[in-house]
């Protein structure tokens, strides 16, 4: 772990940002104003996308809105167990090297972080289920895009969200990117607003961090450059 970059505060620059960036799994209930989220998603709104297409919608959720979002999509994970299936393909079919290491290891050492050993179902679960609790964060975002757009539209999404996890982490924010919640597009339409045209990309927890609990300490590893990067000359 590298401590130097467990920071709860705001970041002074773009570096500071980046380095700081995790997905934290613990928010304190302090509010967000509305005005400040609205801030930073204009800003994020400077994204490059291919032509210009701006292929992103968001929703925001607090207050009553983000718990009706919440238990409804609860209960459908605590009941409908293997009913529900994400529109796109996040995942690959079968994992294989270096991508299933690395990701067996994320896991391990959250979990081993929570004390949640290899087996304990019921701990497993639970944990999961704070996903869509938004891990106690006040505000809640929900990311969608036109399911007829392509790739290219979702590799620009990708560079719109992170955008907003840096500029929160400008604000003195924390964030926490979840796929997860694209399983229950069809409880998210009971909820928000959403068109037929619209798929879900992901959800995002957003608020401040809770600097207590253990699981706010992971700080995942990455690759070293020389590993992933060609240098010529």
């Given at each position: 772990?590298?401590?130097?970059?467990?920071?709860?505060?705001?970041?002074?620059?773009?570096?500071?940002?980046?380095?700081?960036?995790?997905?934290?799994?613990?928010?304190?209930?302090?509010?967000?104003?509305?005005?400040?989220?609205?801030?930073?998603?204009?800003?994020?709104?400077?994204?490059?996308?291919?032509?210009?297409?701006?292929?992103?919608?968001?929703?925001?959720?607090?207050?009553?809105?983000?718990?009706?979002?919440?238990?409804?999509?609860?209960?459908?994970?605590?009941?409908?167990?293997?009913?529900?299936?994400?529109?796109?393909?996040?995942?690959?079919?079968?994992?294989?090297?270096?991508?299933?290491?690395?990701?067996?290891?994320?896991?391990?050492?959250?979990?081993?972080?929570?004390?949640?050993?290899?087996?304990?179902?019921?701990?497993?679960?639970?944990?999961?289920?704070?996903?869509?609790?938004?891990?106690?964060?006040?505000?809640?975002?929900?990311?969608t895009t036109h399911r007829d757009l392509e790739i290219g539209s979702w590799l620009d999404y990708g560079m719109f969200i992170?955008?907003?996890?840096?500029?929160?982490?400008?604000?003195?924010?924390?964030?926490?990117?979840?796929?997860?919640?694209?399983?229950?597009?069809?409880?998210?339409?009971?909820?928000?607003?959403?068109?037929?045209?619209?798929?879900?990309?992901?959800?995002?927890?957003?608020?401040?961090?809770?600097?207590?609990?253990?699981?706010?300490?992971?700080?995942?590893?990455?690759?070293?450059?020389?590993?992933?990067?060609?240098?010529?000359?």
């Amino acid at each position: 772990m590298t401590s130097e970059l467990i920071d709860y505060g705001a970041a002074t620059t773009v570096s500071r940002a980046v380095e700081t960036r995790r997905s934290l799994r613990a928010f304190l209930p302090t509010d967000v104003p509305m005005e400040t989220v609205r801030e930073i998603i204009a800003r994020s709104a400077r994204a490059p996308s291919g032509t210009n297409t701006q292929p992103w919608q968001v929703y925001v959720v607090k207050g009553e809105t983000r718990t009706r979002l919440v238990d409804a999509v609860c209960h459908a994970f605590e009941n409908e167990q293997g009913e529900h299936t994400a529109e796109h393909k996040y995942y690959p079919a079968k994992w294989f090297e270096p991508y299933q290491a690395r990701r067996r290891k994320v896991g391990w050492d959250l979990y081993g972080l929570l004390g949640i050993k290899k087996g304990e179902h019921d701990k497993t679960f639970r944990q999961h289920r704070r996903n869509f609790t938004f891990f106690d964060a006040p505000v809640g975002l929900m990311f969608t895009t036109h399911r007829d757009l392509e790739i290219g539209s979702w590799l620009d999404y990708g560079m719109f969200i992170q955008n907003v996890m840096l500029l929160a982490r400008e604000a003195g924010l924390h964030t926490c990117p979840q796929v997860a919640w694209a399983d229950y597009h069809k409880v998210i339409r009971t909820v928000l607003p959403l068109t037929d045209e619209e798929q879900i990309v992901c959800g995002m927890s957003l608020g401040f961090a809770d600097p207590e609990p253990i699981e706010n300490t992971l700080v995942t590893e990455r690759a070293d450059v020389d590993d992933y990067t060609t240098f010529l000359e």
